[in-house]
């Protein structure tokens, strides 16, 4: 049994490769040739099943028949029907003569071989023996053909063993091979994936695009890849990008936007469309074929596949990937990329058009706030010289008859709506974020000032008005004085004018490492929560009847927070419907080195 030494000896060399080679070729041509070399077949042939077709990749034998069969595709539904035919061999298939269809013997090679005569030991030329070689899942992965077995004598029951043997060498071979290709297949469309994802983060819709094209392009190897995107609902704009050719007016297909709207409403979801250069009709795309098949042609495509941007059931856009090969068909794993490519190019084109919807409110919102404060501004100035004008009239009559009592309801009246004008004109100024002269400031003196100013007022109200600090000196911070003596001023006069008879309004100021705080205090009629949602907006005022009983703008406490924040500091409210309230104005404190900085 020298041939079976040589065989086993043979067969454990090709175990060791098989578990140890990556090069699936070179170990399926030594597995061909050891069949033939050891076991003494004369043709030795091994298919690789490629989409549904089973193409002759390794064959051993003479030089005449390897150039005859090599690269030869067999329909692999062909293969399977002669397998259903063939008698069972243990893992073995053998069809014998007579069995096979003439039409698969015209397209099978047969041997030069003389048909025996009455020996049913003798093999005959169009006796078939296969083996299928399947995964360890039970997938088929190809196809090992011998022919012309030791002697031309059927094959013992032993050497039918030994072929087995090399037969399970090749499918393990094959189905590693297939695990290294799903794995790399699977980190290049990860890649792919993550690129596409990734180009979310590009400044601009046009950038993300081209990003995702080139991202696309290196994954599947394409002749030309373009995307196309549309506004939704008259929103946005329509983009294109491509690669290896820029995107060009000569791309755009308008009938493709008809036909993939038809499918993303009646596929749910939407899938793939193909289409190949010379298909004479598509059910799929009937408006688009003749037109996109002209594009492809000018890109020297063969083939190409349609995938649809939707998000929210609207179609954004879509990607045309285009092949030179005229038989290229996805993977499951790749026509599953892609989608999901489609899927989050629809979110990225949804969140480019929502972006630009919110960037142009903003701008229209900046415009109108513009607008407003303009007309704030003008229309302040506009009053301010005819009020200016009433008031110094109406003094001087009040001067020569002081016994006319309506001329003091003049002059209160336009003193009150001067005070109007001068914080419409003050709340513009805030508005326009217009700099100012900044210097140190001592925020104890202007609380000691602003209580000594509104003190009168205190006491004709009945309401008791104190000022405290824990500062043994000056409180220094750096701001504009006349601004800081705003705020102060219109805290404490808020307090004092809805705090009832009777009342207290503590002002004080707590003074730590780093800020300055006021804290004015009052017993008064405080704000109920809805209203401090609201308190510091412009000219919001009080739901409360027994604050709208008392006259104000709406506008003191919107300016002092202006202020406040533009120095830097903060002003905040807590507050009590009927027990009072507290406003607390905090400034950061600045030394003369932090003023030069």
Aim: glycine content about 8%; some cysteine.
């Amino acid at each position: 049994m020298p041939h079976r030494e040589g065989a086993l000896s043979r067969l454990a060399e090709l175990m060791r490769r098989v578990n140890s080679s990556t090069d699936t070729e070179v170990i399926l041509e030594e597995i061909a040739h050891g069949v033939v070399d050891v076991l003494g077949y004369g043709v030795a042939a091994i298919a690789r099943l490629d989409g549904d077709t089973l193409v002759m990749t390794n064959v051993a034998g003479p030089a005449d028949v390897v150039r005859e069969i090599l690269d030869r595709r067999t329909p692999a539904d062909q293969i399977l029907d002669e397998f259903r035919q063939a008698d069972r061999w243990g893992i073995l298939r053998f069809v014998p003569a007579g069995r096979m269809s003439e039409e698969r013997l015209r397209a099978a090679w047969i041997p030069d071989l003389d048909a025996p005569d009455d020996d049913p030991e003798a093999w005959h030329p169009q006796h078939a023996l296969y083996a299928p070689l399947y995964s360890a899942s039970g997938e088929l992965l190809g196809n090992m053909a011998v022919d012309l077995p030791r002697d031309n004598r059927m094959p013992s029951e032993a050497d039918r063993e030994l072929l087995e043997m090399f037969v399970v060498q090749a499918g393990v071979a094959l189905s590693n091979a297939r695990e290294r290709e799903r794995l790399t297949e699977r980190v290049r469309l990860d890649r792919m994936l993550t690129s596409v994802a990734g180009a979310a983060t590009q400044p601009g819709l046009g950038q993300a695009l081209t990003a995702a094209v080139a991202a696309i392009d290196e994954c599947l190897h394409t002749a030309q890849v373009w995307v196309r995107t549309f506004p939704s609902d008259a929103q946005g704009r329509e983009l294109g990008a491509g690669t290896p050719r820029a995107f060009e007016p000569g791309h755009e297909v308008p009938e493709l936007r008809v036909d993939l709207l038809s499918q993303v409403v009646l596929a749910q979801p939407p899938g793939l469309l193909e289409l190949g250069v010379d298909d004479v009709a598509s059910t799929l795309l009937p408006a688009s074929r003749k037109s996109l098949q002209e594009v492809l042609r000018t890109v020297g495509a063969r083939r190409a596949v349609i995938c649809p941007f939707v998000s929210q059931d609207d179609l954004l856009g879509y990607a045309v990937v285009c092949f030179a090969e005229p038989v290229r068909s996805l993977s499951a794993g790749e026509s599953d990329a892609l989608l999901e490519v489609g899927r989050l190019l629809g979110q990225i084109v949804r969140a480019s058009r929502v972006l630009e919807t919110e960037q142009r409110l903003v701008q229209e919102l900046r415009e109108l706030a513009r607008y407003r404060s303009e007309l704030i501004a003008t229309i302040s100035h506009e009053l301010k010289t005819p009020l200016t004008a009433i008031l110094g009239h109406a003094e001087l009559v009040a001067d020569r008859y002081p016994d006319l009592s309506s001329i003091d309801a003049i002059i209160r009246n336009a003193q009150r709506l001067a005070h109007l004008v001068a914080n419409l004109l003050h709340y513009s100024r805030v508005q326009g974020r217009r700099e100012t002269v900044r210097r140190a400031v001592d925020l104890a003196e202007l609380c000691e000032a602003s209580v000594d100013l509104l003190s009168i007022r205190a006491d004709q109200a009945g309401v008791a008005l104190s000022f405290t600090t824990d500062a043994p000196g000056p409180v220094v911070v750096f701001g504009d004085p006349e601004e800081l003596a705003r705020v102060v001023d219109n805290m404490v006069d808020n307090a004092v004018k809805y705090t009832l008879e009777g009342g207290t309004v503590d002002v004080r100021m707590t003074v730590s490492d780093d800020e300055v705080c006021v804290d004015v205090t009052d017993t008064g009629i405080g704000i109920s929560p809805a209203d401090q949602q609201h308190v510091f907006s412009a000219f919001h005022r009080s739901t409360n009847p027994n604050a709208l009983s008392i006259p104000g703008t709406g506008l003191g406490l919107p300016i002092a927070e202006r202020i406040a924040e533009s120095h830097g500091g903060t002003l905040g409210l807590t507050s009590e419907l009927g027990r009072g309230s507290t406003f607390r104005f905090t400034l950061p404190l600045r030394t003369a080195r932090d003023a030069a900085d």
